[in-house]
């Protein structure tokens, strides 16, 4: 029994040279509850919040102070440790940024510093946001309407945590850091990939950049056409009186489920008739569209991917109906003037974004797997 009792002490996953036992504290002995308390800005400030699921500090910039019914608020500096009793339970906890100092916070948030005689700021970034701490606030978080689940304080102050020696803490932590960098790096790559297809396509489509063929002359100018012109579209219908299978069915948001029956096969661009009307979706083999989503079918002097690159370059709030939920009609969709090239053109464009697309695609499975990694070795090198 006891030999177990110290297993538990120490991580599956740890670096060589470190062999004692991680020490079990609770969070009083980590955090020191602090409370800035001053009378709420006559002018404009910087409301500081918190996303659930360990995903940081968000603002918002209260440009009318006297919208809000409190009297006090709480001033938030630099490595603050703050939670929101509310959603706690969903893991909205965080440590504030340089961003975030001077900012401002209700009641509902209370504030903390780190003691950094026991563990580092750094370290104790990645002791919190993990599976059991989620599990142990859900606990600690009685149920309330809808999601609201208020925390109890002075029970989260005696959640147990298991932290090694500091020179134990900063090794973790300075690996933890070149991962983050490393997955930082990646983002940065696949938006710098985004940057270049937005660009492409706009110096494309505006006809600023033209390819030539293959023996080096000009293609024909583009020809302009209406929609109407190029393209039928078939309305979505209700799936509820099929039964499960393998082809996907789709809405405005994208995939919802799969059925035993398809509406159309073949390649197809969907766009919202209700809701979503400003996100393309390319489509192709079997399947099915729910009445919210517009498809296309039997296409005349353009390719079907090209149809979705055109759809891209459209504003379509220009082109909504209803003053609530964005509405698109077909008689409106088939009188949106376009250009378009030849065939040949139009293929070599294509070209040019399925391979842009490719590269973010593999660009984003990369970063998918790393975050998949990083969690995993959250889970093995802590206690």
């Known amino acids: 029994m006891v030999v177990l009792e110290k ?4 991580p599956p996953l740890r670096f060589k040279g470190f062999t004692g036992n991680w020490n079990e504290v609770s969070l009083k002995q980590l955090l020191t509850p602090i409370e800035r308390k001053t009378k709420k800005p006559a002018e404009s400030y910087t409301s500081i919040g918190i996303r659930s699921h360990f995903k940081g500090t968000m603002q918002r910039y209260d440009t009318d102070p006297k919208s809000n019914s409190m009297e006090y608020l709480y001033l938030v500096h630099k490595d603050d440790f703050i939670l929101n009793i509310t959603f706690a339970w969903e893991g909205a906890l965080a440590i504030a940024r340089e961003e975030d100092d001077l ?8 504030t903390y510093r780190v003691n950094e005689d026991i563990v580092t700021k ?8 993990t599976e059991r701490m989620k599990y142990n606030l859900r606990n600690i978080s009685p149920g309330g309407a809808g999601r609201n689940r208020v925390l109890n304080k002075r029970d989260f102050l005696k959640l147990k945590v298991k932290i090694p020696e500091t020179d134990e803490q900063n090794k973790i932590s300075e690996f933890m850091r070149s991962l983050e960098d490393w997955i930082q790096n990646l983002k ?9 297809k937005k660009g492409m396509m706009q110096k494309i489509f505006s006809q600023e950049i033209r390819f030539k063929d293959g023996n080096g002359k000009d ?17 979505g219908k209700d799936y509820k009186h099929l039964q499960s299978g393998d082809i996907p069915v789709y809405g405005t948001g994208g995939y919802m489920t799969s059925v035993n029956d398809y509406l159309y096969e073949g390649e197809s661009v969907g766009i919202g008739r209700k809701g979503t009307i400003d996100k393309p979706i390319f489509l192709k083999n079997k399947f099915w569209t729910v009445d919210t989503l517009f498809y296309t079918h039997s296409f005349k002097g353009v390719l079907p991917y090209f149809v979705f690159l055109l759809f891209q370059n459209v504003n379509w709030k220009k082109y909504n109906e209803a003053s609530g939920v964005p509405s698109l009609s077909k008689n409106t969709l088939y009188t ?9 053109e139009q293929n070599k464009i294509i070209a040019l974004f399925t391979s842009l697309e490719d590269l973010t695609s593999s660009k984003q499975n990369q970063i998918e797997k790393a975050e998949m990694w990083k969690k995993g070795l959250l889970q093995e090198m802590f206690v």
């Open 122 to 129: 750094e370290f104790f970034q990645y002791l919190y946001p």
């Open 219 to 235: 293609y024909p100018d583009w020809k302009d056409v209406k929609f109407k012109d190029i393209f039928v579209v078939g309305s």
């Open 188 to 196: 940065s790559q696949k938006e710098e990939l985004e940057k270049y």
């Open 336 to 344: 949106i003037k376009t250009r378009v090239p030849s065939i040949d």
């Open 7 to 10: 297993a538990l002490l120490v």
């Open 103 to 110: 900012g401002y916070v209700s009641h509902r948030f209370p």
